[in-house]
């Protein structure tokens, strides 16, 4: 399960992951890594190896072959396009709280 003491948290797994491997492929330790450095949050085994295999059947990662026994994971074309949808609709959220939340602190 992923943690995080933040009870506002958006930390949704599927959408960190494919942040992760935006930046290149990863086997899981490295995307657990770097999902606790750059959000804060912290994937367990089965949430991460659950998600990967989710987004695995939607086509938006794939497994490549294995180095050793770590097997690194890439994301596909249609998760690079999901992960940017999904930004961009953050992005717009985010956007419209920060001008709210200007403009009441400012009355």
Known sequence: MARRADPLSWGN??????GSLAEG??????????VREQ????LGPGTLYG???RLEERGL???LP????R??????AA?????SERLAEMSRFATVGLRRLSAGLAR
Do not use: F
């Open 66 to 69: 294995g180095e050793e026994r």
């Open 25 to 34: 492929p990863k086997h899981g330790y490295a995307i657990v890594k770097d």
């Open 71 to 76: 097997r690194p994971y890439r994301i596909t």
């Open 13 to 18: 797994p599927p959408l960190l992951i494919l």
């Open 79 to 83: 998760g690079a396009a999901e992960l």
């Open 61 to 63: 990662v794939e497994a």
């Open 51 to 53: 998600a990967l295999s």
């Open 39 to 42: 959000a804060g949050v912290t």
